[in-house]
């Protein structure tokens, strides 16, 4: 047999809930794990030494295919040596397919058999991306998990659009794995190299659709299964849907996914979520909340959610969260932060992102070991009653 891309290895369990440990050929992934949002190349707002110190420190980080092929352009990245050396960040990576912001763009985009026809936000242009384009592209930028391209069912589809979609999805999903297979034996990718019992190559994960049925989110799993990935995703959540329903969905699929692959919710979530997608089987999740809503003045602490403009912070002395050890927290008061974001620093937004991130990665963090030591329920239950609690 030959040495697989990734290992994954689940080395405790409460109910659905799972630790686990993902070796990639760039660094070991311990999951249930947050990856920040790196959209263009950056996570907005982080330096990366502040990134890999010990407030943060994720493991994995994600790059945006859609936003990278538009600019710089793929063959200015390759150029540079792959995404890792151009933007000086040695650990791994996962590069979304663009199916997700294409779906995004709305009426400027024209789906066929073929792939999606849009044009580009940047200068207009008209663009086609295609299964075979966006694994041309991801494995040109050299990240370790590469998702297959999807189409996107807005979660309040009708049936028939939710099928159609699902199936297109399917059929995508088959061309996205002869290509990527390959371009894995043509040697491609940029930045590979075999590590330990690895092979060295990329990782492809496949995306579960369906909007919001059961029924078709059932079938599309099958169907994604049947053709074999690395990984599995779960795609088109947290697009307009109600909770109970996303939860719904995450029920009737996380637990069902093949029980040795990891399982990522894509684009989800507040806090909340990811304690409760947790606790339904889910190892892997990226969100732009940390980073977006700190640069909107929005702190996420333990205590629920806290607005900086709020007059109430006026000379508040305290920290953000009075029970987290970031660097932020250690430093700056409320007041300090209110005013900065008044008086429309930059620093502001680098100080409440740096909180926001420090926060979700470490309550993934304390989720892994609260599942290591079997008190994954204590915790879930006492984390979710301190952040509705709104106690701040
Ligand atoms: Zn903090």
Redesign the pocket.
């Known amino acids: 047999m030959t040495a697989s891309a990734i290992k994954f290895e689940v080395i405790a369990a409460a109910g659905e809930a799972r630790a686990g440990i993902i070796r990639t050929r760039r660094g070991v992934i311990e999951t249930p794990v947050f990856m920040p949002v790196g959209t263009a190349a950056t996570v907005k707002g982080i330096r990366f030494e502040e990134l890999e110190s010990s407030d943060l420190d994720p493991a994995i980080i994600l790059g945006n295919t859609y936003h990278l092929w538009l600019r710089p352009g793929i063959e200015t990245i390759k150029a540079c040596g792959g995404l890792h050396r151009f933007m000086g960040w040695q650990r791994a990576l996962l590069t979304d397919s663009g199916g997700f912001q294409v779906w995004s763009l709305g009426a400027l985009r024209k789906v066929s058999e073929e792939g999606t026809q849009f044009r580009s936000h940047i200068d207009g242009s008209l663009r086609f991306l295609s299964p075979e384009v966006s694994m041309e592209v991801q494995v040109g930028l050299g990240s370790e998990i590469i998702m297959v391209f999807d189409e996107c069912a807005p979660g309040r589809a009708t049936y028939d659009e939710a099928a159609r979609s699902m199936e297109l999805t399917a059929r995508w999903a088959k061309r996205s794995r002869v290509k990527f297979d390959e371009l894995q034996l043509s040697a491609k990718d940029s930045s590979g190299a075999p590590v330990d019992d690895l092979s060295g190559a990329q990782a492809l994960f496949g995306i579960v659709q369906g909007a919001g049925h059961l029924e078709l989110r059932r079938e599309s799993m099958a169907r994604t299964v049947e053709i074999g990935f690395d990984g599995y995703a779960i795609g088109g959540l947290s697009v307009g849907e109600e909770k109970p329903l996303m939860f719904e969905i995450i029920d009737a699929t996380a637990p069902h996914l093949p029980a040795h692959k990891p399982r990522y919710l894509m684009g989800v979530g507040t806090p909340e979520d990811l304690v409760e997608s947790v606790a339904r089987g889910v190892d892997m999740f990226d969100c732009v909340l940390p980073t977006r809503n700190g640069r909107n003045g929005q702190a996420f602490t333990s205590k629920g959610k806290i607005n900086i403009k709020n007059a109430r912070w006026t000379d508040d002395t305290r ?3 009075e029970a ?3 660097s ?2 250690r430093r700056h008061s409320r007041a300090y932060l209110r005013h900065l974001f008044l008086a429309g620093e930059m620093l502001s937004s680098i100080l409440l992102t740096h ?1 926001n991130l ?2 979700f990665l470490d309550t993934m963090r304390r989720v892994r070991q609260s599942i290591r030591s079997d008190d994954f329920q204590r915790f879930r239950r006492e984390f979710i009653e301190g952040l509705s609690s709104n106690d701040n």
């Open positions: 920290p953000l969260d987290c050890g970031c932020v927290c909180h420090a926060f």
